[in-house]
């Protein structure tokens, strides 16, 4: 953690000198050495309960395309775009 800290503080740094002004400099050293600990200690996975998300990725929409009554509605009142 004290790596990517140090790190990020010397890219933070970095971009805040394209403005000139130390307390820029300053801030964003700060902001992004903190910003870059954090990812770090947070470790490799971002997600905590992975079979959930894999049932939001792959899980949700039916094999089949079932259209909606107000989408078969509209197409029925708008048949020169029923093909979009």
């Known amino acids: 953690a004290w790596n990517s800290l140090v790190a990020g503080m010397a890219g933070g740094a970095v971009i805040g000198l394209t403005t000139g002004k130390p307390q820029i400099v300053a801030a964003t050293a700060i902001g992004m050495g903190i910003f870059t600990a954090a990812m770090d200690l947070s470790g490799a996975k971002t997600v905590h ?36």
């Open 49 to 84: 309960n992975e079979s959930m998300l894999d049932y939001k990725r792959h899980g949700l929409l039916p094999k089949v395309h079932k259209e909606s009554e107000a989408l078969a509605s509209l197409k029925e009142q708008f048949p020169k775009f029923k093909d979009l």
